[in-house]
Every structure is written in C-alpha cells, then in structure tokens.
C-alpha cells in the first residue's frame, strides 16, 4: 500500500484551523481555495470538485474533535483503497502544524497523488493564513 505524507507550517492558531478542517463541505471556501473548486453534500459523503475537473466521493469515516482529526475515504474512481487523514497540531509558538496523510491502493497512482496533494498542502497554508 501506497502512503504519501504531508506536513507544514501553517501561521494561524490551531483552533482556527482545526474549524476550517472540521466544516466537511466548506472546503473551496474555508481550507483549500483554487485547490477544490466546489463540495456538495450528499448524505455523510461529500462530492469533491477539484481544480483540474476531478470529480470524487469521499465518505467521512472519523471526526475527532478532541485529537483534531478527519478522516475520510474515496469511495469511486481509479483506487481498490483510500483512506486519507488530516491532523491540526499546536505548535509552541501558537502556530499550527498540519498534517495530511493518504493511505491508498493501487500503489502505482502515487505518482500522480504526490503532486496533487503538494499542491493542495500549499492551498491549505495559503488560504488559512490569509
């Protein structure tokens, strides 16, 4: 199984962050801007409209105030798994460090998931600080 990684520095206060992580379908809006384009609710899922015309079902498997932690699952397209996690933390300073992790079968398609997630690391950083 295929594993890529993220983690930055994000210039915001946690509780902050994590708000915007948590609001499940405010990602254009809230965590991810130009990254994802539109979400839609459906259910417990959320379809995800990404910036290059991707479109994705991701199904909320956790949501864990008290760690500060979502994790979801990609339920169509090209994977036989997808588990992905994000994670706020606080760092010393008062800033946050933000962790995006992507568990996924099949492996070959991390070729194409590092960038993608690169990009969106930087979107995330980008629209939490601004």
Known sequence: MATVRKVIR??????TAWDAVRDWTAL?????????????????????????????????????????????????????????????????????RFEWTADFLPDELADRIEPMMERGIQAVKETLEN
């Open 10 to 15: 994000i210039d915001t206060d946690p509780a």
């Open 28 to 96: 254009p809006t809230r965590l991810v801007r130009g990254f994802v384009v539109d979400t839609k609710a459906d259910g417990e899922d959320r379809i995800v409209t990404f910036f290059n015309g991707i479109v994705a079902r991701e199904r909320l498997v956790a949501l864990d105030d008290a760690e500060r932690r979502l994790v979801w699952s990609v339920v169509d397209g090209p994977y036989t798994h997808h588990n992905g996690a994000a994670q706020v933390f606080a760092e010393p300073d008062g800033t946050t």
